[in-house]
């Protein structure tokens, strides 16, 4: 492993330790000025992350820390979602992670995504490929959709987004978390996820730079690739295999 791998580990340790003072289903929480829900969880963790993985020149973009624009002149750029699934750790459901990815010049290289209640740590980068609890893990080789195993946001689905798709061909698996998604798609867990709704660089660098770094491919709306923009909001996201992802694209489009 290398050394900013092991740096990455070794941060979302100390995550799942503090994650630990809490419990899910049990845990007040506050609106946001777009109306997401934070919990008190969400900023200690962004505050244990920021200490263990920030460097001298490194720059810093959270969804928990007031952005720095600084940032867009530093090459080595960590971008972290400290609680994403917030909504499904307030609810007790089993789908929320820790998501920290390092890019560099734009280009996610190393990513680490954890989630405490599965007991499941994923890490990668694209010299060293994709674990998971350590074992090596690639995207799933199907490649048509015709019972194809594809996550959606448990929101959309809830506001009735995907019905459109039902009888498409395809299981639609409600899911929370975008980048637990992208990392059990990253793992061969399921084999393929869209968004129907714009998602920020944070929810979304550890899992793309994972499916990336596990053999997969992934593609954002208007064929933005660059990471660490000024405004970090991507307008879609596909994710899934090679062969997968053109009939994914097509049946969302």
Known sequence: MDADLQRIEQALLAAQEAAARFTPGRIASEKKGGGDPVTQADLLLDKVLKEALLGPSEGWLSEETADDLSRLGKKRV???????GTREF????????ISVALVEEG???????CNPAAGQIFLG?????????????????????????ILASRSEVRRGEWKRFEGAGFEIVPMGSVA???ALVAAGLADGMFTLVPKNEWDVAA????????GGRWEAAESRRQFN????????????????????KKISG
């Open 78 to 84: 960590w971008i972290v979602d400290p609680l994403d």
């Open 90 to 97: 307030v609810e007790g459901i089993p789908e929320w992670c």
């Open 107 to 113: 280009c996610p290289t190393a990513a680490g995504i």
């Open 125 to 149: 980068s694209r010299s060293s490929g994709v674990t998971l609890n350590g074992r090596p893990v690639r995207v799933g080789g199907k490649a048509d959709l015709k019972g194809a195993r």
């Open 180 to 182: 637990y998604k992208l």
């Open 207 to 214: 899992g793309v730079c994972l499916v990336e770094a596990a």
């Open 229 to 248: 923009q000024p405004n970090p909001l991507l307008k879609g996201l596909w994710a899934a295999n090679e062969r997968l992802l053109l009939p994914l």
